[in-house]
């Protein structure tokens, strides 16, 4: 079966500071991973995702991934926070295999608070 | 162009009672997919529909059921509503169904059972 785990629940830095937020991923098959960002009140949007062509993903608003078969991770990063990035962020694999192929598996979320 | 959009935004109802949520998808998407998001947790995925047919189906009672319209927009049922049932009900559209195909959100609907 497929799965992501974010390993914190919650990560809190000052703005300008690095941001790693963690992801592992099980899957058996050479998986797509997707990270989404979601605001207070807001929905779900497509920070970056991962399709196989290259390990070193670059999303929306200065956001990167990098793609590690070796570690079975997926950890998002970004090099100097914002206020407005202060989100909940989800680790995303959609399903390969069974009857329900395309949906999309949630990890349980890491919210960042960023400090001023 | 537009993305996708959900009605109500918001709704409140009583245990017993029936609930209708809407999602219109992307122009020229044909495939929608409906979620639950209950607060503090990642979504769950409740159907998908591609082609007006069900295409997977998530671990959710018999009292959830979802139809698609041949202009591709959706309607998602729940039947004798539970507390539980609070959550947030996200629905996203793709071109098509299966995992190539990138998921894009409404803002969802908020559903508060009382």
């Known amino acids: 079966a497929q799965s992501v785990t974010q390993l914190d629940s919650h990560v809190s830095v000052s703005e300008g500071t690095p941001v790693l937020l963690r992801c592992n991923y099980s899957?058996?098959?050479?998986?797509?991973l997707f990270w989404y960002v979601q605001h207070p009140n807001k929905g779900l949007q497509l920070l970056l995702k991962y399709t196989s062509a290259a390990t070193l993903v670059k999303g929306i608003n200065g956001f990167e991934a990098e793609f590690k078969k070796s570690e079975t991770s997926f950890h998002l990063t970004k090099p100097s926070a914002h206020m407005s990035d202060a989100a909940e962020y989800f680790c995303?694999?959609?399903?390969?295999?069974?009857?329900?192929?395309?949906?999309?598996?949630f990890g349980k979320g890491t919210k960042l608070s960023v400090k001023p | 162009d537009a993305g996708v959009t959900q009605s109500p935004t918001h709704l409140i109802k009583t245990r017993g009672q029936h609930v209708t949520l809407r999602c219109s998808p992307i122009s020229g998407h044909k495939s929608v997919s409906w979620y639950q998001q209950v607060l503090g947790q990642g979504p769950q995925f409740i159907f998908q529909y591609y082609e007006k047919e069900e295409r997977g189906r998530g671990n959710f009672p018999d009292r959830f059921s979802a139809r698609q319209f041949p202009n591709y927009s959706s309607e998602l049922n729940v039947n004798a509503l539970l507390l539980g049932d609070s959550a947030l009900y996200l629905c996203a559209s793709s071109f098509a169904g299966g995992p190539g195909y990138e998921q894009y959100f409404g803002p969802g609907t908020r559903l508060t059972v009382t």
């Open positions: 899957s058996s098959y050479s998986p797509s």
């Open positions: 995303v694999v959609p399903q390969r295999e069974g009857g329900s192929q395309g949906n999309l598996i």
